[in-house]
């Protein structure tokens, strides 16, 4: 059994990791850190965690946490003058949140707006898309957990630039996200009910922090600098994205015959399901679980590629994906204790 | 391991059934019977289960069953002519439709009206409320599965009236549901997302055939006949079902008080959580689990009580309540497999 | 013209009151308060209102206003030392919040947990049910708006009680609402996209302050002291109220009966729509109107009678109530300006 | 005062154009269509309608037409050999639907997959987006009113291609819409509530309708043949299309540049709104009206230009349109009966 601890815990990630973690053969949670939840139990903040045997939350402290756990979930930013020492004691660390997905911290900069918290424990993450990075993870004791626009974009787009098939600086990724990404906390006017019902609008266009992950992921499988062009959207659903991708193809190509290379790609990914022509994910389809589905059409008219991912951003975008690395770092089935359908409708 | 059959697989209580029968370490599914998906994986209805190992799906067939399973899961109403030689040859059914939740058949035929198609059956069916029924349900084979809206009505107000807290006949239920409960199939106008959504409505006031149910049920726990008035309404929501309970108290009490006399009643219940003074209950705190969450007012400025409770209509409301049942009839823990937490937010 | 002011112009319900009042014949909008968006348009806060020609919003003048208008909507509670004088000054005022519902004020104390702001103010104000009470809104010059939830319960009961159809103390009112009348600047937690959608639960359960105005009203019309319970909801949309009532007749009546008494009790009430037998509100056929639809039923087997009524909380249960006051205030049609069908879907 | 005609007024786009010609002050309903309603008030299809004084529903007569109506809007398709005997007795149409966009009929026959159904009519119709062809408008007898994506992709664009901004061939629209497009009478299982709600897919990739009446418009702006990408996407929504619109700029540009040239190209048209720098359309700010919010941000970086469009599908995308030719076409200002904002929230 892994010895979990979840920092964060009253968030909505927090809350994925527990629901997901309480099913998991393999795990059990030690340890729970929730500066609003001290000294209660989580169903304090998540009612639907009553009934449900799990110790009661705390503040962080990272003498607690080296004692009691083998990795810790970090499911929202902070604590980062404590990071180094709960790694050195040997405590696996898996980082939700954007602090440490960047090798270069300027790019980090760049987009997020401010300095870096911590470059030197930046520098030993290693960029948890398991999918492409499996024998990376094996060997991390840090991993920075894609962000949820990032991991839906890059399995989307990877083979595409993997196998040339699209020219250089040609993709445009659309996405389309429930809300929950914006979390708990985030209690403006924007994200009020009556504000998102019947409503969608693009936000941070030619702006999200989320586009130097796909760049940074992209240059590294095809070898030269990427770039594309990205849009979050909002749209009135709790949980999903759905990424629709444009590319020029370099060659023409039919549609089987990439849906074909696709799966191949993935024919050792588990959780990433390339549906069979003429299908198109749907975020529905996904929810609750670890999967990503993709579909695509290749439009001999136009000359282009249009392919289409959906996952759950709580959970392939963010919980399911980190506890899929965690697997992975302690020599577990990647699949173990995912293997969950998606809950529909 | 129980071998697992399940007839109208491609419907929604079907599908859950597959979801929460896919983790459940005591089950293996052994035949998925679907008219619309015979020769095909389940998959090609519901995309979400496409990387699950599953049987193909094939249609009813009684000998089939009989060989390869040893518990039939009825989603779907039908296959009456059927059910005694399956029950016969050793295999044990839980039907989820309504087919057979009463006794008397007369009560069928009054609130369904039509003739009942298999009285022989039903008189052979435990009404399948474990938390008032576990022994019988234990020495069953065949179960009637609670209507959604009956097991959470039943909940709500069973100590009420087992402990004679309010007076015979005052019992009134305001139920609201999301609308998965109409099925996949009904593909009427009533039922687009166009009209449902920012929308609310009543529908078979006074005439709603869970209302039987609900009363046979009472009426075992108080000895007396048992009476209430029933409104179900739907509202823009997939999954959930609220019902608000309105008694006249028999006699003056404070809300603690009723609230302890509802812990007492449920200590033994696992799924039935009893919310502390002050809380209410929320579907979204249930959904995808099979928990029923139960919360209470008493009024002392009007003398009356009110009882709120809340599940998923697919999980405590049918799939999941129908799994609980199997525990108990084969001499499981009755929480093995079901201690999943929502899907929140 | 009448000369229009509106205080609170960024809210909900100011929004609303624009909205309306643009398309209103007899209308013209000269005053919009609001501290938020001063000097600025309105479409600063309401992008839909770009490209209509308002006058800038300014913060709370009495001077001004007392110049500028012929009536002010207080769309927002607050302004008490200025109302007197803007009175005084001939300028008539429709009060949208709860301030002034109440002619003892010791209720308003009781159930809002607070001092009374303005008992003076109070006392010269006519509750602005205009259905019940048109002769004396037209003499006013000061109406408290009925509440939403009040003004919908009002309207569905009201036949039960002035016709002594039902025994006394025996209504029960269970309210479902969409979450806008939690208003714009309520950014808590609860009122979060990720909380509401696929989320429904009561509050302010034997508590809510609308309770005491149904009670005020009826018993004006029993002429004795009514007592009734009442159960707010929060349903995943944004507009609209369904009531759910609950009587136990004090004859037995058949549900034609009933719905003939309410006819002529509504005969000259041109937004009050009786349904035909067998249909039953739906909250979207009044979305965006002034309308409220009513529909019943009588249950021989329990001798009860249950009757809907559906709103738009922003239409008939705010702004579109404000203007038909309006009207009559200025004698003119009650229906200019307001017979606006609902959007739909 | 116009007499109005209206074929189909028992669909969404037929419930529309009543609510909004119900407050026209020119315009006089005089004739309502309707096979399923024959005989009856439209309030039996739509009881939102119930209390408006208008005619019985009547099934399609073209002499009762030619006898009570200055102008007929198909709100539905068909009844193609009586259009030339109405024409030629003077009475205007206005068609909704997709039968008369194409001079090419071949288009029509390749994007449609089926014989056209009357070139003849086709060959007379003005293509309505009156923002681009206002005299065409003006002296047409017959409009082919756009498409809802259309309208709100073409609006979009048109700058682009008109001033030569973008590259030829560079154009991708992606574009978000709530379900209402589909109609009522399209009851299938993907259009159940259950099926939609948390979801988001696209459908028709590289093969939507809609995608040669954008090209058709274009082509006549920048008078070269243009090509591009459309993928439409339905959203859990009712209302509402929201374009995100990419091309490769010709020349690198500022966005506050590229925003002035569409505030002058838009200056004569009431209902496009160009929202400020930094600002980006929001579906709900244009529901239930004819507005069209547009907002644009040049991105240096990539050397793209990404506009944004909202609309109501049923509003500027059908029925709001309609009414704004029928203004143009009897010569009234385009405005008349349309300056109404949106229902928000």
């Not at 024998?135 to 083979?159: F, K, Q, R, T």
């Not at 994200?191 to 019947?198: A, G, K, P, T």
Request: aromatic residues 8%.
């Amino acid at each position: 059994m892994v010895k979990i601890g979840i920092a964060g815990a009253s968030g909505y990630a927090g809350n994925e990791l527990i629901r997901l973690l309480l099913t998991h053969p393999e795990a059990q949670i030690t340890y729970l850190g929730s500066e609003s939840c001290a000294g209660r139990h989580i169903g304090s903040a998540f009612p639907g965690l009553l009934g449900h045997k799990l110790p009661d939350c705390a503040i962080f402290d990272a003498a607690s946490i080296i004692e009691n756990c083998d990795v810790l979930f970090l499911a929202r930013s902070g604590y980062f003058s404590s990071l180094l020492e709960i790694l050195d004691n040997g405590v696996k660390i898996i980082s939700v949140p954007g602090d440490f997905r960047f090798k270069d911290t300027s790019i980090y900069e760049k987009w997020y707006g401010k300095q870096h918290p911590s470059p030197e424990v930046a520098a030993r993450a290693v960029y948890g898309a398991t999918e492409l990075h499996r024998d990376e993870v094996a060997a991390a004791d840090l991993i920075a957990n894609p962000g949820c626009y990032a991991v839906a974009s890059i399995l989307a787009v990877a083979p595409l630039v993997a196998k040339d098939l699209v020219k250089s600086g040609s993709i445009i990724i659309d996405a389309k996200s429930g809300v929950s990404g914006a979390g708990r906390t985030k209690t403006e006017q924007a994200y009020l009910f009556s504000e998102l019902d019947q409503n969608v609008r693009a936000y941070r266009v030619a702006n999200h922090q989320h586009t130097p992950e796909i760049e940074q992921e992209l240059s590294r499988l095809s070898g030269r600098k990427e770039m594309l062009s990205f849009t979050p959207h909002l749209i009135p659903m709790t949980r999903g994205i759905l990424t629709t991708c444009y590319g020029e193809l370099a060659n023409q190509m039919q549609t089987e015959d990439v849906l074909e290379i696709y799966r191949e790609f993935y024919a050792d990914a588990p959780f990433v399901i390339v549906l069979p022509k003429g299908e198109y994910p749907a975020t529905k389809n996904t929810l609750g679980s670890n999967f990503c589905h993709i579909g695509l059409e290749a439009d001999p008219r136009t000359g282009r590629i249009i392919v289409m991912s959906a996952i759950d951003n709580l959970g392939k975008g963010a919980a399911g994906q980190a506890i899929q690395n965690m697997n992975v770092m302690f020599g577990m089935e990647e699949t173990v204790g995912l293997m969950i359908p998606p809950v529909y409708p």
